[in-house]
């Protein structure tokens, strides 16, 4: 099979199976990716001001239940099922990481800490009981649970992370932005110059799509005094819905994230 790390040129990979429950990485992927984390920030933000928060809180849980209970009921990958999942888990992971920061008080650096803690403890599980972190083995029930356990704490991750960034060491949204781009960059350029193996190279990568899109979106939706463009979290998530829709429709009708089955 082959495999598109970070956009990179394709390279030999162990077999996928076809009963795969995740998509092919490739850039299109990628693109879609950030545009859900962008959306899950501001879809979380308008929810946490328009609806009694702690109602938005259970709305979001709520939907996250229906979205995995869809993917893990499914047979094998479905890109509107499966982009579904990582929507309302981008959603409902802004939420928990507000959630500690504004409903608890607890700080950014800390709640970052914390979530940093509770990624590597899952991701250490994952590798220990299945023995491979790869995202292209995912065809079984419990790798599918470690799976998506890990894709939300990397959502919490990302979300405090970004917060942090932004506002306790005072950055600014646009600037924030900026350098995740450049944090994003770097598994990437490791892999392609440094001889990074693919697994990680993906995860690291994965984590930093979460701050880069949050960032950028929050820039869009806060108003001028918070160093925003002031254009409204409900027209910003409307915007990324949108295009959101368009790539897995693409996916959806192309196919270009699913391996070709072989006879």
């Known amino acids: ?9 394709p390279v030999a990979l162990p077999h996928r199976s076809r009963f795969s429950k995740v998509p092919e990485v490739t850039l299109i992927f990628w693109v879609v990716k950030i545009l859900t984390t962008g ?20 709305i979001g849980f709520l939907g996250l239940i229906a979205a995995l209970a869809l993917q893990l009921a499914a047979p094998r990958y479905n890109a509107w099922i499966y982009w579904l999942a990582v929507v309302m888990v981008s959603v409902f992971g802004t939420m928990a990481a507000d959630v500690l920061h504004v409903g608890l008080g607890i700080p950014y650096v800390v709640s970052t800490s914390f979530f940093a803690v509770s990624l590597a403890v899952i991701l250490w599980l994952w590798h220990r009981v299945e023995g491979t972190l790869a995202i292209h083995s995912i ?8 799976y998506w356990a890990t894709v939300l704490a990397t959502f919490a991750l990302g979300t405090a992370a970004g917060d942090m960034t932004a506002t306790s060491l005072g950055l600014g949204y646009l600037e924030s932005g900026v350098m995740f781009v450049g944090v994003f960059a770097l598994p990437a350029l490791a892999y392609w110059w440094l001889g990074l193996p693919e697994v990680p190279a993906f995860w690291c990568a ?15 939706g806060v108003d001028h005094a918070r160093g925003g463009l002031g254009w409204g979290t409900g ?21 270009r994230d699913v391996e070709p089955e072989h006879g």
């Not at 065809?139 to 470690?146: A, C, D, G, I, K």
């Not at 027209?235 to 819905?241: D, E």
Request: hydrophobic letters at 50%.
């Open 39 to 58: 959306m899950g920030e501001t879809t979380s933000d308008f929810l946490a001001h328009h609806i009694y928060p702690p109602v938005a809180v259970i």
């Open 206 to 220: 994965y984590i930093v799509t979460r701050p880069l899109g949050a960032s950028f979106s929050d820039w869009m």
């Open 235 to 255: 027209p910003v998530s409307l915007t990324l819905f949108a295009l959101i829709v368009m790539g897995v429709g693409y996916l959806a009708l192309t196919r």
């Open 139 to 146: 065809h079984s029930r419990r790798r599918e649970l470690f």
């Open 1 to 9: 099979m082959t495999y598109t790390a970070l956009g990179a040129a």
